[in-house]
Protein backbone atom coordinates (compact mmCIF):
# COMPACT_ATOMS: atom_id res chain seq x y z
CA UNK A 1 0.00 0.00 0.00
CA UNK A 2 1.28 3.25 -1.11
CA UNK A 3 1.98 5.79 1.77
CA UNK A 4 -0.68 8.44 2.55
CA UNK A 5 0.60 11.89 1.34
CA UNK A 6 0.21 14.39 4.09
CA UNK A 7 0.98 18.28 3.10
CA UNK A 8 2.33 20.24 6.35
CA UNK A 9 1.68 24.19 5.66
CA UNK A 10 3.79 25.53 8.82
CA UNK A 11 6.18 28.72 9.69
CA UNK A 12 8.00 27.60 12.74
CA UNK A 13 11.25 25.92 12.13
CA UNK A 14 11.50 23.61 15.00
CA UNK A 15 7.74 22.92 14.67
CA UNK A 16 8.07 21.58 11.13
CA UNK A 17 11.25 19.25 12.01
CA UNK A 18 9.06 17.67 14.80
CA UNK A 19 6.75 16.92 12.65
CA UNK A 20 8.51 16.24 9.97
CA UNK A 21 9.87 13.60 11.78
CA UNK A 22 6.82 12.13 13.90
CA UNK A 23 4.88 12.05 10.72
CA UNK A 24 7.68 10.48 8.62
CA UNK A 25 8.25 7.32 11.37
CA UNK A 26 4.15 7.09 11.16
CA UNK A 27 4.67 5.97 7.86
CA UNK A 28 3.43 9.36 5.91
CA UNK A 29 4.99 11.09 3.02
CA UNK A 30 5.32 14.48 4.52
CA UNK A 31 6.08 17.40 2.73
CA UNK A 32 6.59 21.08 4.37
CA UNK A 33 5.44 24.41 3.24
CA UNK A 34 6.42 27.22 4.72
CA UNK A 35 4.61 29.88 3.39
CA UNK A 36 0.77 30.68 2.48
CA UNK A 37 1.50 32.09 -0.70
CA UNK A 38 3.24 28.30 -1.83
CA UNK A 39 0.22 26.92 -0.41
CA UNK A 40 -2.22 28.75 -2.39
CA UNK A 41 0.29 28.40 -5.50
CA UNK A 42 0.29 24.04 -4.63
CA UNK A 43 -3.73 24.83 -4.90
CA UNK A 44 -2.84 26.13 -8.43
CA UNK A 45 -0.77 23.11 -9.27
CA UNK A 46 -3.54 20.62 -8.08
CA UNK A 47 -5.79 22.27 -10.76
CA UNK A 48 -3.55 22.00 -13.39
CA UNK A 49 -2.96 18.32 -12.56
CA UNK A 50 0.86 19.61 -11.71
CA UNK A 51 0.54 17.74 -8.53
CA UNK A 52 -0.84 15.08 -7.13
CA UNK A 53 -3.48 15.71 -4.01
CA UNK A 54 -2.41 15.16 -0.99
CA UNK A 55 -4.48 13.10 1.43
CA UNK A 56 -4.46 15.31 4.42
CA UNK A 57 -3.45 18.95 4.76
CA UNK A 58 -2.21 20.21 7.94
CA UNK A 59 -2.91 24.20 7.89
CA UNK A 60 -1.00 26.30 10.45
CA UNK A 61 -3.38 29.80 10.21
CA UNK A 62 -0.83 32.36 11.60
CA UNK A 63 1.71 32.45 8.33
CA UNK A 64 4.28 34.76 7.75
CA UNK A 65 2.81 36.07 4.36
CA UNK A 66 -0.82 35.47 5.80
CA UNK A 67 -3.50 34.30 7.71
CA UNK A 68 -4.15 30.39 6.85
CA UNK A 69 -7.49 30.93 5.94
CA UNK A 70 -6.64 32.53 2.42
CA UNK A 71 -5.37 28.98 1.79
CA UNK A 72 -8.41 27.75 3.00
CA UNK A 73 -10.65 29.78 1.01
CA UNK A 74 -8.13 29.06 -2.60
CA UNK A 75 -8.91 25.57 -1.79
CA UNK A 76 -12.42 25.61 -1.09
CA UNK A 77 -13.51 27.63 -4.58
CA UNK A 78 -12.38 24.78 -7.21
CA UNK A 79 -14.50 21.70 -7.81
CA UNK A 80 -10.49 20.35 -8.36
CA UNK A 81 -9.78 20.97 -4.78
CA UNK A 82 -12.96 21.38 -2.90
CA UNK A 83 -12.78 18.29 -1.49
CA UNK A 84 -9.52 18.01 -0.16
CA UNK A 85 -9.46 16.81 3.73
CA UNK A 86 -7.80 20.27 5.48
CA UNK A 87 -7.32 20.46 8.95
CA UNK A 88 -6.39 23.31 10.64
CA UNK A 89 -3.27 22.56 13.24
CA UNK A 90 -2.61 25.64 15.09
CA UNK A 91 -2.23 27.75 18.15
CA UNK A 92 -4.59 30.27 17.61
CA UNK A 93 -7.55 28.84 19.65
CA UNK A 94 -9.67 31.95 19.45
CA UNK A 95 -13.37 31.03 19.30
CA UNK A 96 -15.03 33.62 16.97
CA UNK A 97 -11.89 33.12 14.21
CA UNK A 98 -12.85 28.89 15.17
CA UNK A 99 -16.34 29.95 14.09
CA UNK A 100 -15.32 31.31 10.83
CA UNK A 101 -13.23 28.63 9.64
CA UNK A 102 -15.71 26.17 10.16
CA UNK A 103 -17.70 28.99 8.06
CA UNK A 104 -15.48 28.20 5.12
CA UNK A 105 -15.56 24.98 5.36
CA UNK A 106 -12.36 23.26 7.62
CA UNK A 107 -12.84 19.95 8.53
CA UNK A 108 -10.96 19.76 11.28
CA UNK A 109 -9.30 22.14 14.11
CA UNK A 110 -6.74 20.84 16.28
CA UNK A 111 -4.89 22.97 19.19
CA UNK A 112 -1.07 21.64 18.33
CA UNK A 113 -0.31 22.27 22.09
CA UNK A 114 -3.45 20.01 23.41
CA UNK A 115 -2.63 16.91 21.79
CA UNK A 116 0.25 14.64 22.23
CA UNK A 117 2.64 13.90 19.34
CA UNK A 118 0.85 9.94 19.58
CA UNK A 119 -2.56 11.43 19.95
CA UNK A 120 -1.96 13.41 16.66
CA UNK A 121 -0.50 10.79 14.89
CA UNK A 122 -3.70 8.56 15.61
CA UNK A 123 -5.65 11.50 14.47
CA UNK A 124 -3.83 11.73 11.03
CA UNK A 125 -3.99 7.68 10.55
CA UNK A 126 -7.80 7.92 10.95
CA UNK A 127 -7.97 10.67 8.54
CA UNK A 128 -5.96 9.29 6.04
CA UNK A 129 -7.73 5.87 6.33
CA UNK B 1 -38.53 71.10 37.37
CA UNK B 2 -38.59 71.37 41.48
CA UNK B 3 -37.64 74.79 41.47
CA UNK B 4 -39.60 76.00 38.55
CA UNK B 5 -42.49 74.29 41.47
CA UNK B 6 -41.78 75.99 44.17
CA UNK B 7 -41.45 79.47 42.22
CA UNK B 8 -44.37 79.26 40.81
CA UNK B 9 -46.14 78.32 43.83
CA UNK B 10 -44.56 81.45 45.74
CA UNK B 11 -45.91 84.16 42.53
CA UNK B 12 -49.34 82.86 42.63
CA UNK B 13 -48.97 82.84 46.70
CA UNK B 14 -47.78 86.28 46.64
CA UNK B 15 -50.03 86.74 43.65
CA UNK B 16 -53.08 86.54 45.21
CA UNK B 17 -51.26 88.58 48.42
CA UNK B 18 -51.56 91.69 46.35
CA UNK B 19 -55.26 91.04 44.95
CA UNK B 20 -56.20 90.97 48.68
CA UNK B 21 -54.47 93.70 48.98
CA UNK B 22 -55.44 95.79 45.80
CA UNK B 23 -58.81 95.50 47.19
CA UNK B 24 -58.11 96.46 50.71
CA UNK B 25 -55.15 98.43 50.11
CA UNK B 26 -52.21 99.15 52.98
CA UNK B 27 -49.35 100.76 53.33
CA UNK B 28 -49.62 101.81 49.34
CA UNK B 29 -52.64 102.89 47.42
CA UNK B 30 -55.09 100.47 45.19
CA UNK B 31 -52.63 101.91 42.16
CA UNK B 32 -49.65 100.88 43.98
CA UNK B 33 -50.27 97.28 44.49
CA UNK B 34 -52.32 96.84 40.70
CA UNK B 35 -48.96 97.76 39.58
CA UNK B 36 -46.98 94.67 41.91
CA UNK B 37 -49.59 92.85 40.65
CA UNK B 38 -49.08 92.82 37.44
CA UNK B 39 -45.60 92.53 37.80
CA UNK B 40 -46.15 89.25 39.48
CA UNK B 41 -48.64 88.33 36.64
CA UNK B 42 -45.53 88.95 34.28
CA UNK B 43 -43.67 86.03 36.05
CA UNK B 44 -46.52 83.62 36.66
CA UNK B 45 -46.55 83.53 32.42
CA UNK B 46 -42.57 82.91 32.25
CA UNK B 47 -42.86 80.22 35.17
CA UNK B 48 -45.75 78.67 33.50
CA UNK B 49 -44.04 78.59 30.57
CA UNK B 50 -41.06 76.80 31.95
CA UNK B 51 -43.26 74.43 33.72
CA UNK B 52 -44.60 73.27 30.58
CA UNK B 53 -41.74 72.61 28.79
CA UNK B 54 -39.44 71.16 31.56
CA UNK B 55 -42.96 68.64 32.12
CA UNK B 56 -43.41 67.81 28.46
CA UNK B 57 -39.69 67.83 27.64
CA UNK B 58 -40.40 69.16 24.77
CA UNK B 59 -37.16 70.52 22.45
CA UNK B 60 -37.20 73.74 21.97
CA UNK B 61 -34.86 73.53 19.68
CA UNK B 62 -37.36 73.38 16.59
CA UNK B 63 -39.37 76.87 17.58
CA UNK B 64 -36.29 78.65 17.98
CA UNK B 65 -37.27 81.40 15.93
CA UNK B 66 -40.90 81.83 16.82
CA UNK B 67 -39.78 81.47 20.44
CA UNK B 68 -37.17 84.31 20.22
CA UNK B 69 -39.89 86.17 18.30
CA UNK B 70 -42.05 85.90 21.12
CA UNK B 71 -39.68 86.62 23.31
CA UNK B 72 -38.67 90.04 21.48
CA UNK B 73 -42.55 90.94 21.25
CA UNK B 74 -42.86 90.49 24.91
CA UNK B 75 -39.45 92.60 25.61
CA UNK B 76 -40.77 95.48 23.59
CA UNK B 77 -44.36 95.25 24.96
CA UNK B 78 -42.93 95.94 28.63
CA UNK B 79 -40.87 98.62 26.96
CA UNK B 80 -43.01 100.45 25.03
CA UNK B 81 -45.67 100.17 27.97
CA UNK B 82 -42.51 101.91 29.96
CA UNK B 83 -42.56 104.66 27.88
CA UNK B 84 -46.44 105.43 26.58
CA UNK B 85 -47.64 105.07 30.41
CA UNK B 86 -47.30 108.38 32.44
CA UNK B 87 -45.19 106.14 35.01
CA UNK B 88 -41.96 107.27 36.86
CA UNK B 89 -40.21 106.14 33.73
CA UNK B 90 -41.04 109.50 31.69
CA UNK B 91 -40.41 111.82 34.17
CA UNK B 92 -36.80 110.03 35.05
CA UNK B 93 -36.09 110.69 31.15
CA UNK B 94 -37.68 114.39 31.25
CA UNK B 95 -36.22 114.91 34.90
CA UNK B 96 -32.02 113.92 34.17
CA UNK B 97 -30.02 112.34 31.87
CA UNK B 98 -29.59 109.71 34.09
CA UNK B 99 -33.15 108.22 33.07
CA UNK B 100 -32.08 107.57 29.46
CA UNK B 101 -28.95 106.06 31.03
CA UNK B 102 -31.63 104.41 33.15
CA UNK B 103 -33.74 103.72 30.04
CA UNK B 104 -30.73 101.97 27.67
CA UNK B 105 -29.64 99.84 31.17
CA UNK B 106 -33.73 98.41 31.07
CA UNK B 107 -32.72 97.45 27.49
CA UNK B 108 -30.16 95.42 28.07
CA UNK B 109 -30.80 93.68 31.09
CA UNK B 110 -34.14 92.67 29.70
CA UNK B 111 -32.10 91.37 26.66
CA UNK B 112 -29.64 90.16 28.79
CA UNK B 113 -31.71 88.06 30.85
CA UNK B 114 -33.40 87.05 27.80
CA UNK B 115 -30.98 86.11 26.32
CA UNK B 116 -29.45 83.69 28.98
CA UNK B 117 -32.83 82.06 29.37
CA UNK B 118 -33.13 81.24 25.69
CA UNK B 119 -29.40 79.93 25.42
CA UNK B 120 -30.63 77.54 28.48
CA UNK B 121 -33.65 76.69 27.23
CA UNK B 122 -32.26 76.12 23.35
CA UNK B 123 -29.76 74.47 23.91
CA UNK B 124 -29.39 72.48 26.91
CA UNK B 125 -32.74 70.48 27.72
CA UNK B 126 -31.73 69.36 30.85
CA UNK B 127 -30.31 72.43 33.31
CA UNK B 128 -27.95 71.89 35.51
CA UNK B 129 -29.17 72.09 39.37
CA UNK B 130 -26.43 75.16 39.93
CA UNK B 131 -27.63 76.52 36.43
CA UNK B 132 -31.30 76.65 37.10
CA UNK B 133 -30.96 78.15 40.19
CA UNK B 134 -29.11 81.53 39.00
CA UNK B 135 -31.93 81.11 36.51
CA UNK B 136 -34.36 81.95 39.06
CA UNK B 137 -32.27 84.47 41.01
CA UNK B 138 -32.27 86.62 37.63
CA UNK B 139 -35.47 86.13 36.61
CA UNK B 140 -36.29 86.92 40.76
CA UNK B 141 -34.49 90.01 39.78
CA UNK B 142 -36.46 91.14 36.82
CA UNK B 143 -39.30 90.63 38.59
CA UNK B 144 -38.23 93.05 41.43
CA UNK B 145 -36.76 95.33 39.05
CA UNK B 146 -39.81 95.40 37.20
CA UNK B 147 -41.86 95.91 40.69
CA UNK B 148 -39.59 98.64 42.12
CA UNK B 149 -39.78 100.79 37.86
CA UNK B 150 -43.80 100.29 38.64
CA UNK B 151 -44.13 100.53 42.18
CA UNK B 152 -41.41 101.76 44.52
CA UNK B 153 -39.84 104.35 42.14
CA UNK B 154 -42.72 107.09 42.13
CA UNK B 155 -41.82 106.86 45.89
CA UNK B 156 -38.22 108.45 44.97
CA UNK B 157 -39.52 110.81 41.96
CA UNK B 158 -40.76 113.18 44.25
CA UNK B 159 -37.92 114.35 45.95
CA UNK B 160 -35.67 114.79 42.97
CA UNK B 161 -32.22 114.50 45.24
CA UNK B 162 -32.94 110.59 45.74
CA UNK B 163 -33.25 110.27 41.94
CA UNK B 164 -29.68 108.71 41.67
CA UNK B 165 -30.79 105.71 43.55
CA UNK B 166 -33.09 104.20 40.57
CA UNK B 167 -29.63 103.89 38.19
CA UNK B 168 -27.79 102.83 40.87
CA UNK B 169 -30.44 99.61 41.59
CA UNK B 170 -30.32 99.24 38.10
CA UNK B 171 -26.22 98.58 37.34
CA UNK B 172 -26.43 96.76 40.77
CA UNK B 173 -28.96 94.06 38.49
CA UNK B 174 -27.50 94.46 35.70
CA UNK B 175 -24.04 93.34 37.09
CA UNK B 176 -25.73 90.67 38.84
CA UNK B 177 -27.21 89.42 35.78
CA UNK B 178 -23.72 89.57 33.75
CA UNK B 179 -22.18 87.52 37.39
CA UNK B 180 -25.08 84.98 36.71
CA UNK B 181 -25.00 84.91 32.96
CA UNK B 182 -20.83 84.53 33.34
CA UNK B 183 -21.21 81.85 36.03
CA UNK B 184 -23.72 79.66 33.80
CA UNK B 185 -21.62 80.30 30.36
CA UNK B 186 -18.87 78.83 32.57
CA UNK B 187 -21.16 76.15 33.80
CA UNK B 188 -21.93 75.03 30.45
CA UNK B 189 -18.83 75.18 29.02
CA UNK B 190 -17.03 73.15 31.89
CA UNK B 191 -19.73 70.72 31.94
CA UNK B 192 -19.62 70.04 28.17
CA UNK B 193 -15.81 69.63 28.23
CA UNK B 194 -16.61 67.25 31.31
CA UNK B 195 -18.96 65.53 28.89
CA UNK B 196 -16.32 65.63 26.30
CA UNK B 197 -13.42 64.07 28.29
CA UNK B 198 -15.86 61.83 29.64
CA UNK B 199 -16.55 60.10 26.05
CA UNK B 200 -12.50 60.85 25.24
CA UNK B 201 -11.79 58.65 28.18
CA UNK B 202 -14.41 55.82 27.65
CA UNK B 203 -13.16 55.64 24.01
CA UNK B 204 -9.59 55.20 24.95
CA UNK B 205 -10.70 52.81 27.60
CA UNK B 206 -12.55 50.55 24.89
CA UNK B 207 -9.92 50.82 22.83
CA UNK B 208 -7.12 50.06 25.12
CA UNK B 209 -9.10 46.94 26.08
CA UNK B 210 -9.69 45.67 22.40
CA UNK B 211 -5.73 46.29 22.28
CA UNK B 212 -5.24 44.11 25.57
CA UNK B 213 -7.66 41.45 23.79
CA UNK B 214 -6.42 41.15 20.61
CA UNK B 215 -2.92 41.03 22.55
CA UNK B 216 -3.54 38.12 24.79
CA UNK B 217 -5.10 36.45 21.63
CA UNK B 218 -2.00 36.91 19.99
CA UNK B 219 0.17 36.36 22.55
CA UNK B 220 -1.56 32.74 22.52
CA UNK B 221 0.15 31.74 19.80
CA UNK B 222 3.46 32.77 20.27
CA UNK B 223 3.38 31.47 23.65
CA UNK B 224 1.80 28.14 22.76
CA UNK B 225 4.45 27.36 19.62
CA UNK B 226 7.68 26.69 21.29
CA UNK B 227 5.89 24.42 23.13
CA UNK B 228 4.78 22.32 20.29
CA UNK B 229 8.83 21.13 20.06
CA UNK B 230 9.12 21.18 23.73
CA UNK B 231 7.03 18.81 24.71
CA UNK B 232 6.96 16.98 21.88
CA UNK B 233 10.61 16.24 21.97
CA UNK B 234 10.37 15.48 26.00
CA UNK B 235 7.38 13.23 24.93
CA UNK B 236 9.75 10.62 22.46
CA UNK B 237 12.61 11.03 24.52
CA UNK B 238 11.06 9.95 27.65
CA UNK B 239 9.49 7.24 26.29
CA UNK B 240 12.80 6.09 24.53
CA UNK B 241 12.31 6.89 20.27
CA UNK B 242 15.85 7.77 20.14
CA UNK B 243 16.88 5.02 22.10
CA UNK B 244 16.85 3.92 25.98
CA UNK B 245 18.42 7.26 28.21
CA UNK B 246 20.82 4.84 30.35
CA UNK B 247 21.44 6.72 32.94
CA UNK B 248 19.16 7.16 35.70
CA UNK B 249 19.97 10.60 36.58
CA UNK B 250 19.29 12.08 33.27
CA UNK B 251 16.00 10.04 33.03
CA UNK B 252 15.23 11.36 36.34
CA UNK B 253 16.05 14.81 35.21
CA UNK B 254 14.28 14.47 32.39
CA UNK B 255 10.93 13.51 34.23
CA UNK B 256 11.24 16.58 35.77
CA UNK B 257 11.71 18.49 32.89
CA UNK B 258 8.55 16.94 31.33
CA UNK B 259 6.33 17.33 34.79
CA UNK B 260 7.67 21.66 34.52
CA UNK B 261 6.51 21.67 30.97
CA UNK B 262 3.55 20.11 31.46
CA UNK B 263 2.76 22.98 34.29
CA UNK B 264 4.14 25.65 32.07
CA UNK B 265 1.81 24.28 29.48
CA UNK B 266 -1.81 24.09 32.03
CA UNK B 267 -0.97 27.32 33.12
CA UNK B 268 -1.23 29.06 29.84
CA UNK B 269 -4.07 26.91 29.18
CA UNK B 270 -5.68 28.30 32.22
CA UNK B 271 -5.07 31.86 31.43
CA UNK B 272 -5.74 31.89 28.21
CA UNK B 273 -9.74 30.04 29.22
CA UNK B 274 -9.92 32.58 32.07
CA UNK B 275 -9.14 35.31 29.46
CA UNK B 276 -11.73 34.04 26.89
CA UNK B 277 -14.40 33.54 29.12
CA UNK B 278 -14.39 36.96 30.69
CA UNK B 279 -13.88 38.11 26.78
CA UNK B 280 -17.58 35.78 26.56
CA UNK B 281 -15.65 34.49 23.03
CA UNK B 282 -16.09 31.06 25.13
CA UNK B 283 -19.13 29.30 26.35
CA UNK B 284 -19.59 26.76 29.53
CA UNK B 285 -20.30 23.15 28.07
CA UNK B 286 -23.31 22.41 30.53
CA UNK B 287 -24.00 19.09 31.27
CA UNK B 288 -26.09 17.57 33.92
CA UNK B 289 -23.56 16.58 36.93
CA UNK B 290 -23.62 15.15 40.34
CA UNK B 291 -21.17 17.02 41.99
CA UNK B 292 -20.44 14.69 44.66
CA UNK B 293 -18.96 12.58 42.06
CA UNK B 294 -17.17 14.81 40.42
CA UNK B 295 -15.59 15.74 44.20
CA UNK B 296 -15.13 12.01 45.18
CA UNK B 297 -13.00 11.59 41.78
CA UNK B 298 -10.39 14.97 42.40
CA UNK B 299 -10.21 13.59 46.34
CA UNK B 300 -9.20 10.04 45.17
CA UNK B 301 -6.58 11.78 42.21
CA UNK B 302 -5.22 14.11 45.48
CA UNK B 303 -5.22 11.20 48.14
CA UNK B 304 -1.88 10.36 47.75
CA UNK B 305 -0.74 14.04 48.10
CA UNK B 306 -2.41 14.53 51.49
CA UNK B 307 -1.12 11.25 52.62
CA UNK B 308 2.56 12.28 52.25
CA UNK B 309 1.84 15.09 54.01
CA UNK B 310 -0.14 13.02 56.94
CA UNK B 311 -3.12 15.04 56.53
CA UNK B 312 -6.44 13.92 56.25
CA UNK B 313 -8.86 14.70 53.62
CA UNK B 314 -12.64 14.20 54.33
CA UNK B 315 -16.05 14.65 52.52
CA UNK B 316 -19.13 15.76 54.51
CA UNK B 317 -22.16 14.67 52.80
CA UNK B 318 -25.59 16.16 53.82
CA UNK B 319 -27.16 13.20 55.73
CA UNK B 320 -30.65 14.20 55.12
CA UNK B 321 -31.44 13.00 51.12
CA UNK B 322 -29.57 13.23 47.95
CA UNK B 323 -28.00 16.64 45.93
CA UNK B 324 -29.70 17.77 43.31
CA UNK B 325 -28.17 17.27 39.74
CA UNK B 326 -26.17 20.10 38.34
CA UNK B 327 -25.84 21.76 35.19
CA UNK B 328 -21.82 22.03 34.81
CA UNK B 329 -19.03 22.37 32.97
CA UNK B 330 -17.51 19.40 34.14
CA UNK B 331 -13.68 19.70 32.77
CA UNK B 332 -13.83 23.15 34.24
CA UNK B 333 -15.43 22.72 37.34
CA UNK B 334 -13.07 19.84 38.09
CA UNK B 335 -10.07 22.65 38.17
CA UNK B 336 -12.45 24.71 40.44
CA UNK B 337 -12.50 21.51 42.84
CA UNK B 338 -9.18 20.40 41.85
CA UNK B 339 -7.12 23.85 42.33
CA UNK B 340 -9.19 24.35 45.68
CA UNK B 341 -8.15 21.40 47.44
CA UNK B 342 -4.51 21.40 45.78
CA UNK B 343 -4.41 24.77 47.62
CA UNK B 344 -5.65 23.28 50.62
CA UNK B 345 -3.18 20.60 50.77
CA UNK B 346 -0.52 22.44 49.61
CA UNK B 347 -0.64 25.26 52.45
CA UNK B 348 -1.68 22.93 54.74
CA UNK B 349 1.17 21.18 57.42
CA UNK B 350 -0.72 19.74 60.24
CA UNK B 351 -4.22 18.14 60.34
CA UNK B 352 -6.37 18.09 57.47
CA UNK B 353 -9.05 19.67 54.22
CA UNK B 354 -12.43 19.15 55.22
CA UNK B 355 -15.05 19.21 51.90
CA UNK B 356 -18.63 19.59 53.36
CA UNK B 357 -21.46 19.95 50.71
CA UNK B 358 -24.68 21.40 51.59
CA UNK B 359 -27.68 21.24 50.05
CA UNK B 360 -29.70 24.61 50.32
CA UNK B 361 -32.77 26.25 48.82
CA UNK B 362 -32.27 26.43 45.25
CA UNK B 363 -28.20 26.43 45.26
CA UNK B 364 -25.47 24.40 46.41
CA UNK B 365 -22.92 25.16 48.64
CA UNK B 366 -19.48 23.53 48.71
CA UNK B 367 -17.38 24.36 51.99
CA UNK B 368 -13.28 23.87 52.02
CA UNK B 369 -12.18 24.13 55.21
CA UNK B 370 -8.27 23.36 56.45
CA UNK B 371 -6.24 23.54 59.48
CA UNK B 372 -3.53 25.47 57.27
CA UNK B 373 -1.84 28.70 57.68
CA UNK B 374 -4.37 30.39 56.38
CA UNK B 375 -4.41 33.88 54.97
CA UNK B 376 -5.47 37.42 55.78
CA UNK B 377 -8.74 38.77 54.69
CA UNK B 378 -7.31 41.47 52.51
CA UNK B 379 -5.38 38.40 50.92
CA UNK B 380 -8.48 36.63 50.29
CA UNK B 381 -9.56 39.52 48.73
CA UNK B 382 -6.79 40.22 46.43
CA UNK B 383 -6.95 36.50 45.08
CA UNK B 384 -10.59 36.43 44.69
CA UNK B 385 -11.14 39.18 43.35
CA UNK B 386 -7.86 38.80 40.54
CA UNK B 387 -6.38 42.04 42.05
CA UNK B 388 -3.30 40.89 42.23
CA UNK B 389 -1.87 41.72 39.04
CA UNK B 390 -3.83 45.14 39.36
CA UNK B 391 -2.05 45.71 42.98
CA UNK B 392 1.58 44.01 42.55
CA UNK B 393 3.54 45.65 45.46
CA UNK B 394 1.07 45.03 47.94
CA UNK B 395 0.32 41.61 46.97
CA UNK B 396 3.45 40.34 46.20
CA UNK B 397 4.42 40.75 50.10
CA UNK B 398 2.15 37.70 50.12
CA UNK B 399 3.11 34.92 48.26
CA UNK B 400 4.13 35.59 44.92
CA UNK B 401 1.80 34.32 41.70
CA UNK B 402 1.60 30.76 42.46
CA UNK B 403 -1.58 31.03 44.95
CA UNK B 404 -3.45 33.74 42.89
CA UNK B 405 -3.63 32.05 39.53
CA UNK B 406 -5.22 29.22 41.02
CA UNK B 407 -7.78 31.29 42.97
CA UNK B 408 -8.52 33.38 39.83
CA UNK B 409 -9.24 30.21 37.89
CA UNK B 410 -11.63 29.34 40.53
CA UNK B 411 -12.99 32.84 40.66
CA UNK B 412 -13.49 33.08 36.69
CA UNK B 413 -15.22 29.50 36.26
CA UNK B 414 -17.48 29.47 39.22
CA UNK B 415 -18.61 33.01 37.88
CA UNK B 416 -19.39 31.49 34.27
CA UNK B 417 -21.52 29.11 36.24
CA UNK B 418 -23.55 31.71 37.53
CA UNK B 419 -22.18 31.11 41.22
CA UNK B 420 -20.51 32.86 44.43
CA UNK B 421 -16.94 32.64 45.85
CA UNK B 422 -15.55 33.48 48.90
CA UNK B 423 -12.96 32.88 51.09
CA UNK B 424 -12.79 33.40 55.30
CA UNK B 425 -9.63 32.91 57.49
CA UNK B 426 -9.41 34.29 61.14
CA UNK B 427 -5.86 35.16 59.52
CA UNK B 428 -2.23 33.69 59.52
CA UNK B 429 -1.92 30.22 61.42
CA UNK B 430 -5.67 29.43 61.80
CA UNK B 431 -6.63 27.96 58.69
CA UNK B 432 -8.98 28.97 55.63
CA UNK B 433 -12.32 27.82 54.34
CA UNK B 434 -13.35 28.86 51.24
CA UNK B 435 -17.55 28.56 50.11
CA UNK B 436 -18.54 27.94 46.27
CA UNK B 437 -22.06 28.58 46.06
CA UNK B 438 -23.91 26.79 42.98
CA UNK B 439 -27.34 27.49 41.50
CA UNK B 440 -29.37 24.78 41.11
CA UNK B 441 -31.32 25.35 37.82
CA UNK B 442 -34.14 23.29 37.11
Known amino acids: ?129 | MRFHLLVFTFIIISWSFCLYFYNRPVLFGKLEWLKITFALSIGLIFELFFLVVSASKISLKKFKVPLIIVFSIFALLIIFGVFANNWPINYLIKLSPWGVVFVLLLLIYSALGGAILLERFLKIPELHHLQSLYILISFGLFIIAISILYVFLPLFTLPREYLWLSPLITVIFLLLFIFGYFLIKRGREEEFKKRKEAEKLSEEERKLTQAKDQFILSLQHHLRTPLVPLKGYLEKIVEGSYGPVENPVVKEKLIEMKKSVDLLYSLMENLIEIQELKMGRKTLNLEDCRIENLIKNVIEELKFQAQQKNLYLKLELPTNGKLPTLKLDKRRMRKVIWNLLDNAIKYTNRGGVTIRVENQKSKIRIVVADTGIGMEKEEIDYFLKGRLFERGKEAEKFYGPGRGIGLNIITEFVKAHGGKVWGESEGWGKGTTFYIELPVKD
Open chain 1, 1 to 129: MAKPNILIIEDDPPTIKIFQEVFTMAGFNVEILDMGQKGIRRMEEIREGKKEKPDLILLDLILPDMNGIEVLKEARKYPETRNLKIYALTNYSDPKFQEELFKEGIDKILIKTQYSLKELTEIIKEAVK
